[in-house]
């Protein structure tokens, strides 16, 4: 599975963005799909994950009430709807993809995407 996420930029505290995650490759229902982030000088961090065929969630509690993980699997793509946004979410967030379900482990993830910046400004 090749994955591509975007949707990333800067935004005003309190705003919020979209961002996508197109799958290509193996079959993208089969897979449960997850959000990273990773702050500068920080280890990358589970942000939400969703699983096979989006009836299951999981966020970090962190984000809860904030961001919403979802998936079209007719479009091959996973979305992270983020709002009252804050700097602290500053971070790259990579979409992940795991055969083996949920997880929030970055060991447990068999495929990375490139990543996306995000920056709130105060």
């Known amino acids: 599975v090749q994955l591509q996420a975007y949707g990333g930029g800067l935004v005003q505290a309190g705003g919020s963005l979209r961002l996508s995650c197109a799958a290509s490759?193996?079959?993208?229902?089969?897979?449960?799909m997850g959000w990273f982030r990773q702050a500068p000088g920080k280890e990358r961090e589970f942000v939400a994950t969703?699983?096979?065929?989006?009836?299951?969630?999981d966020y970090a509690d962190s984000v809860k009430g904030r961001f919403t993980i979802s998936r079209d699997n007719t479009k091959n793509t996973v979305y992270l709807q983020v709002i009252s946004l804050k700097p602290e979410d500053t971070a790259v967030y990579y979409c992940?993809?795991?055969?083996?379900?949920?997880?929030?482990?970055?060991?447990?993830?068999?495929?990375w995407g490139q990543g996306t910046l995000v920056t709130v400004s105060s």
């Open positions: 490759g193996r079959t993208f229902s089969g897979y449960a």
């Open positions: 969703i699983n096979w065929n989006g009836h299951t969630t």
């Open positions: 992940a993809g795991s055969i083996r379900g949920l997880t929030r482990t970055t060991n447990l993830v068999d495929y």
